[in-house]
């Protein structure tokens, strides 16, 4: 802005009039800029500029200062005075500036480099020398329309520099630019039609699904050094009594980011607040009236590892005193109009972007809107074109990476549906909870099971404005990824739709399960994702469609069709050789390799075909880190039958067996149990061996959507099993299916029928047997439990798996990396024990009845001690928090004691005796077995403190107030439920304590 100064108020004009007489770092003409001197950004053709003593590259000392002789001529001295800058700069930089009418100081006054031009009026009467000086500071200063009065004289400071805007309401940044922010990319203005460069502007912003062009964005993240912060001044001139701004994080990739929104009013903080990365934006209208400058400043304050966020702070609007049209703080609705235009039934993600997205993949990664259905992820073996990926993990800083994205539905829609599975084609697999929060409340809080079909959901939201769906992520080290597809928004409840409709690829009456479906959807063999190892499942996987690569069969064959599955026990002795010990002790790994407890219940009712009555409980990995295998197909609902081959690829026998000299039928075998699963279905079970002849069999399949190979772990990794020639037919299949499932005994095979099928019932045989398919009912949920001290585990390893016991005492071999990890077991065990023995036991309840002022009957209920004395629920919550801080801390602890196995392992080859080799070799492997049995003692009692914790929530969140009496922490008011005795006569609840 290059405004003219007028000079028909005064006879003289310094420096026009009146030059310096003696100056030090004075310069009277800015020949860069076409003017005079610049006065906070703000270009003044009539004026000066001071040097401060510790400004410039260098610091000099030397006090910028001018000195005028007045020749006691003159009265009054008018000026204008502000930071010689262009409008970039350090917000609390300054300096000290004077003025001296003979020596007495007239003008005393800090200028800081972030400051507005000022106006001032000082008394020069009869002065024969008028000294200005920059005493101390960075800054430069400048001195514009400076103009001396005489007595007699009236006079007059204009503000000449202000620019000429509109009446009534102005906007910040459109109309009155910011004359100062902070260099370095810090602030980036939002000028829409006006936009001409990336670098350093933005066209638009999106801010809570909005977009804005008009405003400031605020890019901040993490500094290794000091804190970061943005900030941009705009100069109200006292001429305005209200502004209004809109303020929320861009829609982006979340990174767990918090910053400080301040709004400084002349040097005073006016407001403040905190506002995290998925805030809904809000109206802010603040008093701002006789204000010279305004500040907005935000400071980042915390994320994680080097992450950040941009900060909008738009529609920045200043009202002149009367104007009538101000709005009204609080949460805006900025989608309100255009989603009440949206269908009753419509999908979500093409209409609705999210607003916060969070997780390891960026947003861009994760996000499917329906742009076309050739760009979609897979669920089940199902393709899927709208929807998100929920992506967790971990930093290498240790870091806990949740996942999440949400939604502004505007209060528009009042249920949702929609499909939720884990992402196909992944090599690792663990479950993890699904949730859904409703304005912040959680209201959806299921497993997603790794190995279960993709299942569909119907949830009410309430007419809610913020919709989320979040998981927390399970801590290991590789998580699998967990889908949401197929969201559709109901105005009332939901409705049969066809919104979404996959097509079923063509199926002919018989097929090769490969060529229809592909790789298997999940398919997992722990060996092959190990840490310890150079494996690729690449190398467990063919489809045929080239000779060059193929599996090579133990007698010479090579197939280039099929899939192979192998069970594995990782860290235990049986499958540490020399040489991998050496190689973990070296590289620090073991107690992160297989962490992940990945279960999945195949007893529940899933499909179309219900389930078999056996209440199957199978684990990928179980409590003693027993690794299952399994590949499942999704063979899209058409097929009645499959019939496929398996044979041993690759033998394995246990490296003590073969040291030790066990050579028994059963440890050479080393037999196996395969489970065939439709829908969640047990259709065939089937014993294997290393020295099986190849078996083929045909089951029934029910027109199942998956198919599912099943390997059990059991004491001794599995060798490797390849199936192949599988066949798909649609002709009805009437074999027999178990009316029960088998527990996997390892050490009792059925006899008499090496590689065949196992017992199912009262041994009735699946391998080609004509007899009426069983009754199939579908069988209830099957829940964890709590373990105890001596009980035996339930599962796939049956009931002859008994708990491994440890005896709590010193160990001496002699050996010291075999003693250390030992004694180290011991020292875990007893905290474990100490820790489950004090686990936290629901209290006891009181209730009492009362009936309120209309007549209704409510009951009053508290938890109480022991003493009968009321408990605080928050009290509570916090123990069993603790307790769970706890047990995650103890469970880290053995894991740091889990990696002291390979040194251990390495070190029996040291003891002197084949007597002390194979005492302390099966020590060793107990030992790791009763670790992770520590492990998962630990993790059912924090799930039982969770439980807890969310059944007391359950309690809060029903809690009600009536006629005048809140609910509290220690006495709840509930609602009676049709199973209480309610007694005749009832308390008042007015009167109720």
Same mark, same amino acid.
């Given at each position: 802005?290059?405004?003219?100064?007028?000079?028909?108020?005064?006879?003289?004009?310094?420096?026009?009039?009146?030059?310096?007489?003696?100056?030090?770092?004075?310069?009277?003409?800015?020949?860069?800029?076409?003017?005079?001197?610049?006065?906070?950004?703000?270009?003044?053709?009539?004026?000066?500029?001071?040097?401060?003593?510790?400004?410039?590259?260098?610091?000099?000392?030397?006090? @910028?200062?001018?000195?005028?002789?007045?020749?006691?001529?003159?009265?009054?001295?008018?000026?204008?005075?502000?930071?010689?800058?262009?409008?970039?700069?350090?917000?609390?930089?300054?300096?000290?500036?004077?003025?001296?009418?003979?020596?007495?100081?007239?003008?005393?006054?800090? &200028?800081?480099?972030?400051? !507005?031009?000022?106006?001032?009026?000082?008394?020069?009467?009869?002065?024969?020398?008028?000294?200005?000086?920059?005493?101390?500071?960075?800054?430069?200063?400048?001195?514009?329309?400076?103009?001396?009065?005489?007595?007699?004289?009236?006079?007059?400071?204009?503000?000449?520099?202000?620019?000429?805007?509109?009446?009534?309401?102005?906007?910040?940044?459109?109309?009155?630019?910011?004359?100062? *922010?902070?260099?370095?990319?810090?602030?980036?203005?939002?000028?829409?039609?006006?936009?001409?460069?990336?670098?350093?502007?933005?066209?638009?912003?999106?801010?809570?699904?909005?977009?804005?062009?008009? /405003?400031?964005?605020?890019?901040?993240?993490?500094?290794?050094?000091?804190?970061?912060?943005?900030? %941009?001044?705009?100069?109200?001139?006292?001429?305005?009594?209200?502004?209004?701004?809109?303020?929320?994080?861009?829609?982006?990739?979340?990174?767990?980011?918090?910053?400080?929104?301040?709004?400084?009013?002349? $040097?005073?903080?006016?407001?403040?607040?905190?506002?995290?990365?998925?805030?809904?934006?809000?109206?802010?209208?603040?008093?701002?009236?006789?204000? =010279?400058?305004? !500040?907005?400043? &935000?400071?980042?304050?915390?994320?994680?590892?080097?992450? /950040?966020?941009?900060?909008?702070?738009?529609?920045?609007? !200043?009202?002149?005193?009367?104007?009538?049209?101000?709005?009204?703080?609080?949460?805006?609705?900025?989608?309100?109009?255009?989603?009440?235009?949206?269908?009753?039934?419509?999908?979500?993600?093409?209409?609705?972007?999210?607003?916060?997205?969070?997780?390891?993949?960026?947003?861009?990664?994760?996000?499917?809107?329906?742009?076309?259905?050739?760009?979609?992820?897979?669920?089940?073996?199902?393709?899927?074109?709208?929807?998100?990926?929920?992506?967790?993990?971990?930093?290498?800083?240790?870091? #806990?990476?949740?996942?999440?994205?949400?939604?502004?539905?505007?209060?528009?829609?009042?249920?949702?549906?929609?499909?939720?599975?884990?992402?196909?084609?992944?090599?690792?697999?663990?479950?993890?909870?699904?949730?859904?929060?409703?304005?912040?409340?959680?209201?959806?809080?299921?497993?997603?099971?790794?190995?279960?079909?993709?299942?569909?959901?119907?949830?009410?939201?309430?007419?809610?404005?913020?919709?989320?769906?979040?998981?927390?992520?399970?801590?290991?080290?590789?998580? *699998?990824?967990?889908?949401?597809?197929?969201?559709?928004?109901?105005?009332?409840?939901?409705?049969?739709?066809?919104?979404?409709?996959?097509?079923?690829?063509?199926?002919?009456?018989?097929?090769?399960?490969?060529?229809?479906?592909?790789?298997?959807?999940?398919?997992?063999?722990?060996?092959?994702?190990?840490?310890?190892?150079?494996?690729?499942?690449?190398?467990?996987?063919?489809?045929?469609?080239?000779?060059? #690569?193929?599996?090579?069969?133990?007698?010479?064959?090579?197939? $280039?069709?099929?899939?192979?599955?192998?069970?594995?026990?990782?860290?235990?002795?049986?499958?540490?050789?020399?040489?991998?010990?050496?190689?973990?002790?070296?590289?620090?790994?073991?107690?992160?390799?297989?962490?992940?407890?990945?279960?999945?219940?195949?007893?529940?009712?899933?499909?179309?075909?219900?389930?078999?009555?056996?209440?199957?409980?199978?684990?990928?990995?179980?409590?003693?880190?027993?690794?299952?295998?399994?590949?499942?197909?999704?063979?899209?609902?058409?097929?009645?039958?499959?019939?496929?081959?398996?044979?041993?690829?690759?033998?394995?026998?246990?490296?003590?067996?073969?040291?030790?000299? $066990?050579?028994?039928?059963?440890?050479?075998?080393?037999?196996?149990?395969?489970?065939?699963?439709?829908?969640?279905?047990?259709?065939?079970?089937?014993?294997?061996? $290393?020295?099986?002849?190849?078996?083929?069999?045909?089951?029934?399949?029910?027109?199942?959507?998956?198919?599912?190979?099943?390997? =059990?772990?059991?004491?001794?990794?599995?060798?490797?099993?390849?199936?192949?020639?599988?066949?798909?037919?649609?002709?009805?299949?009437?074999?027999?299916?178990?009316?029960?499932?088998?527990?996997?005994?390892?050490?009792?095979?059925?006899?008499?029928? =090496?590689?065949?099928?196992?017992?199912? /019932?009262?041994?009735?045989?699946?391998?080609?047997?004509?007899?009426?398919?069983?009754?199939?009912?579908?069988?209830?949920?099957?829940?964890?439990?709590?373990?105890?001290?001596?009980?035996?585990?339930?599962?796939?390893?049956?009931? +002859?798996?008994?708990?491994?016991?440890?005896?709590?005492?010193?160990?001496?071999?002699?050996?010291?990396? &075999?003693?250390?990890?030992?004694?180290?077991?011991?020292?875990?065990?007893?905290?474990?024990?100490?820790?489950?023995?004090?686990?936290?036991?629901?209290?006891?309840?009181?209730?009492?009845?009362?009936?309120? %002022?209309?007549?209704?009957?409510?009951?009053?209920?508290?938890?109480?001690?022991?003493? @009968?004395?009321?408990?605080?629920?928050?009290?509570?919550?916090?123990?069993?928090?603790?307790?769970?801080?706890?047990? +995650?801390?103890?469970?880290?602890?053995?894991?740091?004691?889990?990696?002291?196995?390979?040194? !251990?392992?390495?070190?029996?080859?040291?003891?002197?005796?084949?007597?002390?080799?194979?005492?302390?070799?099966?020590?060793?492997?107990?030992?790791?077995?009763?670790?992770?049995?520590?492990?998962?003692?630990?993790?059912?009692?924090?799930?039982?403190?969770?439980?807890?914790?969310?059944?007391?929530?359950?309690?809060?969140?029903?809690?009600?107030?009536?006629?005048?009496?809140?609910?509290?922490?220690?006495?709840?008011?509930?609602?009676?439920?049709?199973?209480?005795?309610?007694?005749?006569?009832?308390?008042?609840?007015?009167?109720?304590?």
């Amino acid at each position: 802005m290059c405004i003219a100064v007028s000079g028909i108020f005064a006879q003289t004009s310094i420096p026009g009039a009146l030059k310096p007489v003696e100056s030090r770092k004075y310069r009277s003409e800015n020949s860069a800029n076409g003017c005079a001197a610049v006065i906070s950004g703000y270009k003044c053709m009539s004026g000066f500029s001071l040097g401060s003593p510790k400004g410039g590259l260098i610091a000099d000392g030397i006090k @910028g200062s001018a000195t005028f002789d007045l020749k006691g001529a003159y009265d009054k001295c008018t000026f204008a005075v502000g930071p010689d800058v262009l409008g970039e700069g350090a917000l609390r930089d300054y300096s000290i500036v004077t003025a001296k009418a003979d020596g007495k100081i007239v003008f005393d006054e800090v &200028i800081y480099e972030s400051d !507005a031009p000022r106006f001032f009026t000082i008394d020069v009467k009869g002065a024969n020398q008028l000294v200005f000086t920059v005493v101390d500071g960075s800054v430069g200063i400048s001195f514009g329309n400076v103009k001396l009065w005489k007595a007699g004289q009236t006079p007059s400071n204009p503000n000449t520099l202000y620019p000429k805007l509109p009446a009534g309401k102005i906007q910040l940044v459109r109309d009155l630019p910011y004359y100062f *922010t902070r260099p370095g990319g810090h602030v980036m203005p939002v000028l829409g039609d006006r936009f001409k460069t990336s670098m350093s502007e933005m066209k638009t912003i999106k801010v809570s699904g909005k977009e804005y062009d008009s /405003g400031l964005a605020f890019p901040l993240s993490q500094a290794l050094i000091g804190k970061e912060s943005g900030y %941009a001044c705009f100069w109200l001139g006292g001429r305005y009594e209200k502004v209004s701004f809109i303020a929320g994080p861009q829609d982006s990739q979340s990174s767990n980011t918090r910053v400080w929104l301040i709004v400084k009013a002349d $040097n005073k903080t006016i407001y403040e607040e905190c506002i995290r990365q998925n805030d809904l934006s809000k109206q802010f209208v603040l008093d701002v009236k006789g204000v =010279e400058k305004l !500040a907005f400043i &935000i400071e980042y304050r915390d994320s994680d590892f080097l992450g /950040g966020m941009t900060l909008g702070v738009v529609d920045i609007n !200043a009202y002149l005193a009367g104007y009538a049209a101000v709005p009204s703080a609080g949460i805006v609705n900025p989608n309100k109009d255009r989603i009440s235009k949206l269908p009753d039934v419509c999908p979500l993600m093409s209409n609705i972007r999210p607003f916060s997205v969070r997780g390891m993949s960026k947003a861009d990664q994760t996000l499917f809107e329906g742009e076309s259905r050739h760009y979609t992820f897979s669920m089940g073996g199902v393709k899927y074109w709208e929807g998100f990926l929920l992506t967790t993990g971990n930093t290498l800083l240790g870091d #806990r990476i949740d996942s999440y994205a949400e939604f502004d539905l505007a209060g528009e829609y009042d249920w949702i549906s929609f499909d939720a599975g884990c992402l196909s084609k992944r090599s690792y697999m663990d479950d993890d909870n699904l949730l859904i929060y409703v304005d912040g409340e959680l209201v959806f809080d299921h497993k997603i099971y790794s190995t279960w079909p993709t299942q569909h959901y119907k949830v009410p939201v309430h007419k809610c404005r913020s919709l989320k769906f979040a998981r927390r992520g399970t801590g290991a080290q590789k998580q *699998t990824v967990i889908g949401v597809g197929d969201i559709v928004l109901y105005r009332g409840e939901p409705v049969e739709n066809d919104i979404f409709v996959h097509e079923v690829p063509d199926c002919p009456y018989e097929t090769d399960l490969i060529d229809l479906c592909g790789k298997p959807y999940f398919h997992y063999n722990g060996r092959f994702v190990s840490d310890l190892t150079s494996f690729n499942m690449n190398d467990c996987f063919l489809d045929g469609s080239t000779i060059t #690569r193929s599996f090579k069969m133990k007698d010479g064959r090579e197939l $280039n069709k099929g899939f192979m599955l192998e069970t594995n026990i990782p860290l235990g002795l049986e499958n540490v050789t020399v040489m991998d010990a050496a190689f973990m002790l070296l590289t620090g790994v073991g107690a992160s390799v297989s962490s992940s407890d990945v279960a999945a219940y195949t007893g529940v009712s899933g499909g179309a075909s219900g389930t078999v009555n056996m209440g199957i409980f199978l684990l990928l990995n179980d409590q003693n880190q027993k690794q299952s295998a399994a590949a499942a197909f999704n063979t899209f609902g058409q097929y009645e039958s499959c019939t496929f081959t398996v044979e041993n690829m690759r033998e394995y026998m246990d490296e003590f067996d073969e040291v030790f000299g $066990n050579r028994s039928a059963e440890a050479v075998r080393n037999p196996v149990k395969l489970n065939v699963i439709a829908d969640q279905v047990l259709v065939g079970e089937f014993w294997l061996d $290393n020295k099986m002849a190849p078996l083929t069999v045909t089951v029934p399949i029910f027109r199942c959507r998956q198919l599912m190979f099943w390997l =059990e772990c059991g004491d001794v990794r599995s060798g490797q099993y390849l199936f192949h020639d599988l066949k798909l037919s649609k002709a009805p299949c009437d074999i027999a299916i178990p009316d029960k499932y088998t527990p996997g005994n390892i050490g009792n095979p059925p006899s008499g029928r =090496e590689g065949g099928a196992a017992s199912a /019932g009262q041994g009735k045989t699946a391998v080609r047997e004509k007899a009426a398919p069983a009754e199939r009912v579908a069988a209830p949920v099957v829940s964890r439990q709590p373990e105890t001290k001596g009980r035996k585990k339930a599962g796939n390893a049956g009931d +002859n798996d008994v708990r491994v016991e440890w005896e709590d005492k010193y160990y001496s071999s002699g050996v010291s990396a &075999i003693d250390s990890y030992l004694n180290d077991v011991t020292k875990a065990s007893k905290a474990v024990k100490a820790y489950c023995e004090g686990a936290y036991e629901m209290p006891e309840s009181t209730r009492t009845f009362v009936r309120a %002022a209309d007549g209704s009957v409510y009951k009053c209920f508290s938890f109480v001690g022991r003493s @009968g004395a009321r408990l605080s629920i928050q009290d509570m919550i916090s123990t069993l928090e603790q307790r769970i801080s706890e047990g +995650n801390s103890l469970k880290s602890d053995i894991g740091l004691k889990q990696a002291g196995v390979a040194s !251990a392992s390495l070190g029996v080859t040291q003891l002197k005796t084949f007597q002390d080799m194979g005492l302390y070799g099966k020590l060793i492997k107990s030992a790791t077995r009763y670790m992770n049995q520590c492990k998962s003692d630990i993790s059912m009692s924090m799930e039982q403190s969770r439980a807890m914790i969310e059944a007391f929530e359950a309690y809060r969140s029903i809690a009600l107030d009536v006629d005048g009496k809140k609910s509290t922490d220690t006495v709840l008011i509930l609602p009676t439920e049709p199973s209480d005795e309610i007694p005749q006569v009832l308390q008042q609840l007015e009167y109720f304590n």
